[in-house]
T-cell receptor, first 112, second 115 residues
Framework: DAKTTQPTSMDCAEGRAANLPCNHS???????VYWYRQIHSQGPQYIIH???NNETNEMASLIITEDRKSSTLILPHATLRDTAVYYC?????????????FGTGTRLTIIP | EPEVTQTPSHQVTQMGQEVILRCVPI?????FYWYRQILGQKVEFLVS????????KSEIFDDQFSVERPDGSNFTLKIRSTKLEDSAMYFC?????????????FGQGTRLTVV
């Protein structure tokens, strides 16, 4: 699976959009970009994933650049409950590769 | 919303003792996983399980570890002789399918403290 690079930490004001970047310059054509988050020491929580098109769900939007070498997770109206560590994970589209490889992620702090 | 349930939430055990961590995956899921997170470190994959056998395991998952699905609902992780360095949060996860088109659902974890 391709390696990802994320900033160690970020702050965002409550009510603002939080934009979390991720670089995955070695991503290959059959790899998906996944985002999970971990609030305090709870179990990781799935947020969103995509291949090359932008994706949106009730939690967030995922913007993937045309060359697929980077992506941005957008939380449109951040709340204090969004304070968490956010993980960008790239996974090959290959049945049999089941595991998630977590990096150190971005610690996002929402400021009141 | 369906959820993965883990018990106990916290377990303290003496070094050398056996522990069994329990998980109830989401009912229609077919693939089950254990991960661990040592305090302050990354979440690490331990093992995946499908059709009553291990499908993949990491280097961490040595002979001290075993997994089992003893009935139709529970999925367990056993550590035979615990060491101090086994102290960690252990997370169970399940997916309905294998591969990338699926999200993993994680339980809230069991905090294992070995003293």
């Amino acid at each position: 699976d391709a390696k990802t690079t994320q900033p160690t930490s970020m702050d965002c004001a409550e009510g603002r959009a939080a934009n979390l970047p991720c670089n995955h310059s070695t991503i290959s054509g059959n790899e998906y970009v996944y985002w999970y988050r971990q609030i305090h020491s709870q179990g990781p929580q799935y947020i969103i994933h995509g291949l090359k098109n932008n994706e949106t769900n009730e939690m967030a939007s995922l913007i993937i650049t045309e060359d697929r070498k980077s992506s941005t997770l957008i939380l449109p109206h951040a709340t204090l409950r969004d304070t968490a560590v956010y993980y960008c994970i790239v996974r090959v589209a290959d049945f049999g590769n089941e595991k998630l490889t977590f990096g150190t992620g971005t610690r996002l702090t929402i400021i009141p | 919303e369906p959820e993965v349930t883990q018990t106990p939430s916290h377990q303290v055990t003496q070094m050398g003792q056996e522990v069994i961590l329990r998980c109830v995956p989401i009912s229609n899921h077919l693939y089950f996983y254990w991960y661990r997170q040592i305090l302050g470190q990354k979440v690490e994959f331990l093992v995946s399980f499908y059709n009553n056998e291990i499908s993949e395991k990491s280097e961490i998952f040595d002979d001290q570890f075993s997994v089992e699905r003893p009935d139709g609902s529970n999925f367990t992780l056993k550590i035979r002789s615990t060491k101090l360095e086994d102290s960690a949060m252990y997370f169970c996860a399940s997916t309905v399918l294998q591969g990338t088109q699926t999200e993993a659902f994680f339980g809230q974890g069991t905090r294992l403290t070995v003293v």
